[in-house]
Nanobody, 118 residues
Framework: QVQLVESGGGLVQPGGSLTLSCAASGRTFIPYAMGWFRQAPGKEREIVASITWRSRITNYADSVKGRFTISRDNAKNTVYLQMMNLKPEDTAVYYC???????????WGQGTQVTVSS
């Protein structure tokens, strides 16, 4: 089965930037959409961005619009999340997920920690 592996998390100062990567390992995997989710301590998991694989239609949570950019590389089976002007409230574990049909995410990565602090 396909596995998703996130990377690129770390510590960054407010106003800084960070780019997360999510690589699909194993056999060829063409999802309908891939998304980035995050979960902060004591908070529910929320979706922050998604992208359809074929048409590259993107959606963003209001809290990250204008600051985050999701993109994909078909050849590498990889999705990226470019995060700019990071804020302390962006601190969370970020998860990559893939869905085979609209509205569903079936495959999840293990997460990568993003900490925004002075």
């Amino acid at each position: 089965q396909v596995q998703l592996v996130e990377s690129g998390g770390g510590l960054v100062q407010p106003g800084g930037s960070l780019t997360l990567s999510c690589a699909a390992s194993g056999r060829t995997f063409i999802p309908y959409a891939m998304g980035w989710f995050r979960q902060a301590p004591g908070k529910e998991r929320e979706i922050v961005a998604s992208i359809t694989w074929r048409s590259r239609i993107t959606n963003y949570a209001d809290s990250v619009k204008g600051r985050f950019t999701i993109s994909r590389d078909n050849a590498k089976n990889t999705v990226y999340l470019q995060m700019m002007n990071l804020k302390p409230e962006d601190t969370a574990v970020y998860y990559c997920a893939a869905g085979t049909i609209p509205g569903q995410y079936d495959v999840w990565g293990q997460g990568t920690q993003v900490t925004v602090s002075s």
